[in-house]
């Protein structure tokens, strides 16, 4: 069979990518480590070489900073009008995707793809405008400087001092079809800068004393040609993938570690680590498993599996190969990753027979096989042999071993007592076969060496019992001995063969066995809409997969980790530790078995990380530490980690969306219920205001009747007002309120609103703090007064009789701050956050009137005005309260000049 056949499902996405990327528009980024190199003129050449063959080319965005080089290289490109958008009172120029789109040239240029839209465009980003350029089939050229990359924002931030807030998300750059690095040496920048070409006047003066310094200059050179050269290494190991090169191509001094099954393989791997981190380069570290490695005792599995453990912790990418020969399972896994150097450790020497008949050194096999790579053999570091570990493990072997070549000459014992009624009837050739079916069947059912033992068996057996003269080893014939020279060698080769497949059958059925439970706990889950229903079915598929134990700690509604409610069935010395898994929810690392924290608990706590939040721990007491320590089935294990919090976040959303929409119904029915109440009542109490004030009109009234009918006049008004406040509200969140903006004085307003209050601020000091000058507010002065009004009553209405009521006002920058303050008691520390919400009062069951309504009212006006409102304690002595509101300032509209009479 040809391995290096292309996968089928591989070459139909390949299509699909094709398919896409020939309906989508191409991105070149020329990438530069700063302003200055020449990215734009670069760009802008590269422009006029395609116009000048024809290609239509369109200027979307050039910026030149008035350099005269890049001005005069940027004439006779078709340039596209900017689009004016309206910004705090002035009209800005930006990029007019919408005229890009509808021209729809074969090439646009779009300079400065970091750079931040004005708010209002589209997009926030330039570069979401070019990826909808790219999507309509357009090809793009634009420019990028290394400290706008995303990942590298803080490395430059930390070298030159200065954040860069425009930043390129590095997946966005990954995915551009070239990119063409421009660079320029720093003392070349540097005199670039003196000369006037980079920046002109007091702003290159700054620059060279700040951003373009020639340490800083040199740093952010070496970033750009190290993620240059990252990328163009991404770009060759794609096209390696798709040509389907076998040979490794030394671009990169990349190592690979073997890890072997010896103790001195820790040795191996720190000091492959020690050369990658010399070299400043990647490096992998594999442990073949071959079948004879697979019956190594427990114990020495384990140790193994730890310095698989112990690579990855030191940054290899690790990876447990199940193969047959090592040095084709490596040179294989080199070949993938472009690996150019394997580390091995070098064996001990060996002994003349061993060098004639056993097998050839696993270096001189990589010789072979992969002659491309530079194998480099460690000298291993003394290890004391641990003798009681070996010991120990022979002894616990050794009876299973004993009970297989056992099994195999019994096996071709009873082979020759079936064959030897059956010499009379069938010729030798078939009793031959009979032996060799034996073989075949030890090789399947009991491995490779008890094979080997049928095989030798085998021909003894045939030559003793069926060859002249029978019951002796002595052959009559010559010939034979050519028979059982062939008989013994397709006995070794078939036993060889089938034991292989059979190990090839095995990794294959565990590899089904993995795929088929993740598919079940995937369609499991998908099913499931209740918290309850993830946690029983995530915990019966990972005691499945672990062959032990498995608990979820999850989240409650107050953000509190919950222990599985199956714990309470387990004995308190079997529980995990409740410590641990916070240890790891709050880490967001795994904890426990067979890791850095606590590893002798003999629960592994992995977290379950979603993509908005971490949503609980998986808590796994495995059968075996093979699970949690074995690279590949610790993936597996976070891949269900994976899926399960997926799960969790799915049904979380879903019942925070049940939640949302049964308050929304709640509060629409609220809200339905008060408007219809306050047009009821206030008809009703309309009458009995009117009633009230016509009685105590009455000429000839005594006193005490005269004082009820005044009372109740009062009484009613001030529940007419509660009532207004209802239907008020009930209009605000209903969105029938249109606002009536016009652009009103606010001493004006300030004004209306103590005129209307008069009666009630009466017993109270005003003090005003309203400066001349401040600028015209674009509001509905109507509600605002309204907002005014609930404030200054609110502060009446807690304060005692003589207290100072103060309001004062101050613009700063483009918003206006308007306060309103007092002396009085203050406001509950406990309630502050809460004095805006509906029916919320700052006193409980007192007498002062009310139903905890206008400070909601005043806060949806506010809001309405895109402002928002906040109370905190007043910085008086004695305490007090203070409100304080911020509305945006507009552009008020010119005033006509009056020309003098």
Known sequence: MDDTRPDPDALLAQLREDEAAAARGKLRIYFGSSAGVGKTYAMLQAARKLKAEGVDVLAGVVVTHGRSETVAVAEGLPPLAPKLIEYRGKSLPEFDLDGALARKPAL???????????????????????????????????????????????????????????????????????????????????????????????????????????????????????????????????????????????????????????????????????????????????????????????????????????????????????????????????????????????????SAWRRLAGPRPLAQRLGEVAPELDVVAVAASPVAPDVETHKRSDEQDWPRQARHYGLAAAACALTAALSWPLQWHFAQANIVMLFLLAVVGVALRLGRGPAVLASFLSVGLFDFFFVEPKLSFAVSDVQYLVTFAVMLAVGLVTGQLTAGLRYQARVSAERETRARALFELTSDLAGALQTEQVLEIAEQALAREVHGQALVYSLDLQDRLQPSPREAALADAERPDAGTARWAFDHDQPAGLATDTLPGSPWFFLPLSAAMRTRGVLALRPSSNRSVLQPELRAQLETYGRIVAQALERVHYVEVAQGAL????????????????????????????????????????????????????????????????????????????????????????????????????????????????????????????????????????????????????????????????????????????????????????????????????????????????????????????????????????????????
Request: aromatic share 4%; charged share 25%.
């Open 108 to 350: 646009i240029l779009v300079d400065e793809l970091a750079h931040a839209n004005v708010p209002g465009s589209r997009h926030p980003k330039r570069w979401q405008d070019v990826e909808e350029l790219l999507a309509a089939g357009i090809d793009v050229y634009s420019t990028l400087n290394v400290q706008h990359l995303e990942s590298l924002n803080d490395v430059v931030g930390g070298i030159t001092g200065v954040r860069v807030q425009e930043t390129l998300p590095d997946t966005f750059f990954d995915r551009a079809d070239e990119v063409v690095l421009v660079d320029t040496p720093a003392d070349e920048l540097l005199a670039r800068l003196k000369a006037g070409k980079v920046y002109t006047g007091a702003a290159a003066e700054r620059a060279t004393q700040h951003f373009f310094r020639k340490g800083n200059l040199m740093a952010l050179r070496e970033l750009a040609l190290r993620r240059t050269a990252d990328r163009v290494e991404d770009d060759v190991q794609a096209w390696r993938s798709n040509q389907r090169v076998a040979e490794v191509w030394k671009t990169e001094a990349a190592i690979l570690c073997a890890i072997g099954p010896t103790p001195s393989a820790e040795s191996v791997v720190r000091s492959a680590a020690l050369l990658a981190q010399q070299l400043n380069v990647s490096w992998h570290a594999v442990y073949v498993e071959t079948p004879a490695l697979q019956r190594l005792p427990d114990a020495q599995r384990e140790r193994i599996l730890r310095v698989v453990r112990l690579a990855h912790e030191l940054g290899a990418t690790t990876a447990v190969l199940q193969q047959q020969d090592p040095a084709v399972a490596l040179a294989a896994h080199a070949r993938e990753h472009n690996l150019s150097k394997l580390m091995l450790g070098r064996g001990e020497p060996l």
């Open 662 to 901: 049964v308050q929304i119904e709640s509060e629409r029915l609220r809200n339905s219920l008060l408007s219809a109440l306050s047009h009821d009542l206030r008809t009703p109490l309309a009458v009995v205001y009117g009633m009230a004030q016509t009685l105590a009109a009455q000429p000839g009234l005594d006193a005490q009747a005269r004082e009820l009918a005044q009372t109740l006049s009062q009484q009613s008004q001030r529940v007419g007002a509660m009532v207004n406040n209802l239907l008020d509200m009930a209009r605000l969140q209903s969105g029938a309120v249109r606002l009536n903006l016009q652009w009103q004085p606010l001493d004006e307003v300030v004004g209306s609103s103590l005129q209307a209050l008069e009666q009630v601020l009466a017993g109270h000091r005003i003090e005003l703090d309203l400066p001349q000058g401040l600028p015209l507010l674009n509001l509905d002065a109507a509600l605002m007064e309204r907002v005014l009004g609930n404030l200054l009553e609110n502060a009446a209405k807690y304060t005692p009789p003589g207290s100072v009521i103060r309001i004062a006002a101050r613009s700063a920058d483009d918003k206006l701050q308007l306060e309103v303050a007092d002396n009085g008691p203050g406001l509950p520390a406990a309630q502050i956050d809460r004095l805006f919400d509906k029916f919320t009062r700052g006193e409980r069951e007192s007498s002062t009137p009310g139903v905890g309504l206008g400070l909601a009212i005043c806060r949806a006006i506010v809001e309405a005005h895109g402002g928002r409102i906040w109370a905190e304690a007043a910085e008086v002595a004695g305490g007090g309260a203070r409100f304080r509101i911020e509305l945006p300032l507009g552009q008020p509209p010119e005033m006509p000049e009056i020309e003098p009479e």
